[in-house]
């Protein structure tokens, strides 16, 4: 549906849209960016509640009442620590040279090995079905924001339920504080060990931690010096965990005075923490962060940003200082801007794979099929869940197309609608999708409706914003083979669509 033209007085700022303005293009705009997409009937259920409605609906999901397997359905202690009497009994073994028992703790830790890397496999199947079941999308979408910020991969820890208990700290503070956050992800094993700090004590401080803390978690390149890095290591000396739980180990820990960021003390890793949070730099970091994730892609530095994102981001930072680094808050902010639903933000950020996967089955109704086979080709898309590349976490944007990944992109998106693998050999009898309840959804009369109409409205609803008329076009080279809306039609036009630059896009 057409909307007035938005106001472009101030490009940037974060002036709420009209109410007004709110529509089902803006919907559909939200439901991509807050979530993983929606089908025609959810994203005019979303314009039906208003813009603030809808936006409140995306935030407050804790409301939302979603009965979800607990912790328990993992095996906590895949990878637990040898207990004192087993440690004393290798100990004794290696010094009697007793290669029996040597050989047998040995083979307990390569078969816990084995176990481990199969429950990573598992939690990988578990946290994508849960992207796709969710009926609070954001919640999911949030924690895969923090993974991919806070990144820490399995394959340095190889720990596969230090991974669980971090995804489901980022979960409990998906929309919570930052600030809390940082001072939990500093208590949090998986980091601890992927960044060495568990083997940091006095006298030998591990700058890993602390560089990362300030440069990719925080601060950004730049915000800090090498003396911050070195006081900071020295804070968090001691901080290490046992088994599955964060311990402070006293003796460890440099009681000394300490200068980090300009704040003076005695200071620990809540100290260091602190002062991290005191500066300005801190809320315009994770201002462009968020911006960077749920608007387009910018740089993360302000003087190589672009005038409309350094009003924008400078907004944000504003605003999330004076709530204190209420996530919530600020992204309530940022949903109900005009900016956020500007041509300048609107279709121009390339779905990740695993919005690209997740959007498909929410969005259209395939059938999921197989999920191992749908984390599979994630990872050959280049986001294996639980297993960022490196601590920088996914560069995202441009980075997740290239010749490799467009192809498994546009196979992964056929194989939902058809059940078809590349060679052609049908997963599980899996069959072709069945395009009806969408054609009912985007046309009010299947029976008289015309491909040409259907053509347009699945170009409109699969591109969005992005449609242009070489694409109707092309869809209409199937339309005009045939004389009504069959569900074969419509499926092969959703295939065209799906097969297209614009469908990348959201």
């Not at 004192?84 to 028992?101: H, K, L, P, T, Y």
């Not at 730049?222 to 900071?232: A, L, Q, T, V």
């Not at 000394?256 to 003390?265: A, Y």
């Amino acid at each position: 549906m057409p909307h007035a033209a938005p106001r472009t007085a101030r490009p940037g700022t974060l002036v709420p849209l009209d109410p007004e303005a709110f529509g089902e293009r803006e919907a559909r705009h939200l439901l991509w960016r807050a979530g993983f997409g929606g089908t025609p009937g959810q994203i005019r259920a979303l314009a039906d509640l208003g813009l603030e409605g809808a936006v409140d609906h995306l935030l407050d999901y804790e409301s939302v009442a979603y009965d979800w397997p607990s912790a328990t359905e993992f095996d906590k202690d895949i990878m637990r620590p040898l207990s004192a009497e087993e440690r004393r009994q290798a100990r004794v073994a290696r010094q009697n040279g007793n290669e029996d028992i040597v050989d047998m703790f040995r083979a307990r830790r390569m078969r816990a090995q084995r176990d481990d890397r199969a429950q990573i496999r598992a939690m990988q199947t578990w946290w994508l079905t849960r992207m796709i079941e969710t009926p609070r999308p954001l919640e999911e979408k949030m924690t895969l924001f923090w993974h991919g910020h806070f990144a820490t991969g399995y394959r340095t820890i190889e720990n596969s339920y230090h991974m669980f208990l971090q995804n489901q700290l980022f979960r409990s503070q998906a929309v919570g504080n930052f600030g809390e956050l940082l001072f939990a992800i500093i208590r949090d094993p998986a980091m601890l060990r992927y960044l060495n700090n568990n083997a940091s004590r006095k006298g030998e401080p591990n700058e890993n931690l602390a560089r990362e803390l300030m440069e990719l978690f925080s601060l950004g390149e730049g915000n800090y010096s090498e003396n911050d890095i070195k006081e900071g290591a020295r804070a968090l000396t001691g901080y290490s965990y046992e088994d599955d739980t964060f311990v402070f180990n006293e003796r460890n820990h440099d009681q000394g005075i300490k200068r980090i960021l300009g704040t003076v003390g005695r200071l620990d890793g809540d100290g260091f923490v602190r002062a991290i949070l005191a500066r300005r730099q801190c809320a315009e970091f994770i201002a462009a962060k968020l911006y960077r994730f749920f608007c387009r892609e910018i740089p993360l530095t302000e003087p190589d940003m672009d005038p409309v994102a350094r009003t924008a981001v400078g907004d944000l930072a504003k605003y999330i200082l004076r709530e204190r680094y209420d996530i919530k808050r600020a992204l309530r902010r940022l949903f109900l801007s005009e900016h956020f639903y500007s041509d300048a933000v609107v279709g121009e950020q390339i779905k990740s794979p695993a919005e690209l996967v997740v959007g498909a089955i929410r969005s259209l109704g395939t059938p999921v099929r197989d999920v191992p086979t749908l984390v599979a080709a994630l990872d050959k898309m280049g986001q294996a869940l639980f297993q960022p590349p490196s601590v920088k976490g996914w560069a995202g944007g441009r980075s997740w197309i290239s010749t490799s990944t467009l192809y498994t992109r546009q196979n992964i998106l056929a194989y939902l609608l058809t059940g078809r693998t590349p060679t052609g050999y049908d997963l599980f009898g899996a069959g072709t999708y069945d395009a009806k309840p969408l054609v009912k959804a985007l046309v009010d009369d299947p029976g008289s409706a015309s491909p040409r109409a259907f053509g347009e409205a699945i170009a409109g609803f699969m591109l969005g914003p992005a449609t242009t008329p070489r694409a109707v076009d092309e869809l209409m080279t199937i339309a005009q083979r045939a004389d009504s809306v069959t569900p074969k039609v419509a499926a092969d036009m959703m295939l065209l669509a799906s097969a297209m630059p614009e469908y990348q896009l959201c």
